[in-house]
């Protein structure tokens, strides 16, 4: 920081382990029969290793993804402190002027107030040789600068010179601080002008500050800033000709850089700077090695657990096979599978309550294709899709999964709904993929209520509101993968209305024609009920045992402001 008397230079200064795997035999009375116990089936040896296979597959995934992001977060925290630092090394360097102003403006005031010259010289006498190498004093007679006075050594710039000329008239323009910059191949000056008009006498006073000629300033290792790479230009444009002090062994500088340009007098100086060394340290730059280390370690770790438990279980699935609970086994598995592939967490909204729920069919074990979700979209907005994949196994859970992540995906891009759609759909070919899906997707705005709507095949929604409860009328369009031009419907919500957005194995029932149990769902959502509630009674009325034959998805927005 500058001082009252001297100024620097412009220098930037729970389960028990075994011992050992059990070998399992179950024989039916050998003795009776008179032979040999037939032997037990021998595992399948890609079977035992799929587990550990996809652990480690997994594990190599998930610590990837934890080290890049590692490494990302810490890029990004890295340039904010960069650039943090660019900044205050910038307003340090801003305030060099006000110092010469301040110098120079208080000799030249003297000056043009007395008409008496030779008081210059005392004025600023305390500035020469530091900071200024020369200082002239020029009277402007007539709009031309006449020489008066000169101490310390001679300036660079030689009277009548056009650059000596230009910086003179900028600050008897201005009335403020001009600022130029002389170079030559042996010798580096900026140069200060100041302009002062009293008593219709106007005086300029020139000063000359010396910097390194051969543009190479070290910085001391004690100082603030003694682990950084800089480069300081004057002007704007970061070329070699405008370059007056780095320590850089090399131009441009790269890295983590951070920029700043400092308005200095009447020009601007731009500052470039990164860190030599990690300014967040080292155990922050070399986190993501020791993710990836970690993670390496406990993937190993996992994929040798999961093949010792690998080798049980197909132990376990032998005898699971003779008791016949491999059925409910797998059933499990499917609904895991099912609900896993269902979004864990939806957002909240003081003006939106929602509600969900999942219910698995009856008809096999395989995965079903129903999906749900909804993601808050910028501009106060939600947007939510329901749909069905036909058919079922894992296949259609693939394309449920993708269809659904496809869909939030083209949302976030900020497309309307009938965009959305058509875009996934043109992501489905019937005849490659084996499936076609419906689809329903909305988006709400949270501050109006209005709710804009495009159908793809799926049946309607049901508005419970203002004391009735109907289906929301709009065009329905073809199921995604065998058509591409859908419309939108908008509505408004009033407060305390409910939509319900629900798949067919809600209504649809082989005995019973589709319209009638749309209506039987009208008469059951009851107006006025809370959106957990009225989820609740349409469930136990439409599905009263708990499940349907096919999968169920519901979900319910609740206008509440």
């Not at 323009?173 to 191949?185: E, K, N």
């Not at 040798?304 to 197909?314: T, V």
């Not at 395989?366 to 036909?390: A, K, Q």
């Not at 009208?522 to 999968?551: F, I, K, M």
Request: with cysteine; proline share 6%; charged share 15%.
């Amino acid at each position: 920081m500058p001082t009252e008397e001297a100024i620097p230079a412009v220098v930037i200064g729970s389960v028990p382990a075994a011992t050992k795997d059990a070998q399992v035999t179950v024989a039916f009375g050998p003795e009776a029969f008179g032979s040999e116990p037939a032997p037990a089936p021998r595992p399948d040896r890609w079977r035992l290793h799929r587990l550990s296979i996809a652990v480690l597959l997994i594990g190599l995934l998930v610590t990837a993804a934890l080290a890049v992001a590692s490494r990302l977060n810490y890029v990004h925290n890295e340039q904010r402190q960069v650039d943090t630092q660019a900044q205050l090394t910038a307003a340090a360097l801003a305030v060099a002027p006000v110092d010469v102003q301040r110098r120079l403006g208080r000799a030249t005031t003297l000056v043009s107030a007395t008409g008496d010259v030779g008081l210059f010289a005392g004025a600023v006498k305390a500035s020469v040789p530091t900071p200024f190498t020369s200082v002239a004093l020029y009277r402007v007679v007539n709009g031309a600068p006449q020489r008066t006075d000169t101490l310390g050594q001679p300036t660079l710039l030689q009277p009548g010179s056009t650059q000596l000329d230009d910086v003179l008239k900028r600050a008897t323009a201005s009335g403020s601080l001009a600022l130029t910059r002389v170079a030559t191949p042996t010798a580096q000056r900026l140069g200060y002008a100041m302009s002062v008009t009293s008593r219709s006498r106007t005086y300029v006073s020139y000063a000359e500050q010396v910097l390194p000629a051969d543009r190479r300033q070290e910085i001391s290792p004690g100082s603030p800033l003694g682990d950084m790479t800089f480069a300081l230009y004057f002007g704007k444009e970061q070329t070699a000709s405008a370059l007056m002090e780095t320590n850089a062994r090399t131009l441009p500088i790269s890295g983590s850089v951070g920029q700043a340009t400092v308005p200095f007098g009447d020009q601007a100086l731009t500052l470039v700077m990164t860190p030599r060394t990690p300014l967040l340290g080292v155990f922050a730059a070399s986190m993501s090695w020791l993710i990836a280390a970690a993670g390496l370690l406990l993937t190993g770790t996992m994929a040798l657990l999961a093949e010792r438990l690998a080798r049980r279980r197909a132990v376990a699935e032998q005898l699971a096979a003779v008791t016949g609970e491999l059925y409910r086994t797998q059933r499990g598995v499917a609904e895991t599978l099912q609900t896993a592939l269902l979004p864990d967490v939806l957002p909240t909204s003081p003006t939106l309550a929602v509600a969900t729920r999942y219910l698995t069919g009856t008809e096999g074990i395989e995965v079903g294709g129903d999906w749900y979700d909804l993601i808050s979209l910028p501009g106060n907005r939600m947007f939510f899709t329901i749909g069905d994949v036909s058919g079922r196994g894992l296949s259609a859970a693939t394309m449920m999964s993708r269809l659904r992540h496809s869909i939030t995906a083209y949302a976030v891009e900020g497309n309307d709904t009938a965009t959305v759609l058509a875009k996934v759909s043109g992501l489905i070919d019937l005849g490659r993929d084996g499936h076609f899906a419906t689809a329903l997707c909305g988006i709400v705005d949270l501050s109006t209520g209005k709710v804009v709507l495009s159908n793809a095949g799926h049946p309607p929604l049901v508005l419970v509101a203002d004391g009735r409860t109907e289906p929301v009328a709009g065009p329905v369009g073809p199921p995604l993968g065998v058509g591409s031009h859908y419309e939108m419907t908008a509505i408004r919500l009033t407060p305390g209305s409910t939509l319900l957005a629900y798949t067919d194995g809600l209504i649809e029932r082989r005995d019973v024609p589709i319209d009638e149990r749309i209506a039987y769902l009208c008469r059951v959502a009851r107006p006025g009920t809370n959106v957990e509630n009225l989820l609740a009674t349409v469930l136990a009325a439409l599905v009263p045992h708990g499940a349907s034959e096919d999968d169920t998805a519901i979900l319910g927005l609740q206008w509440i402001r």
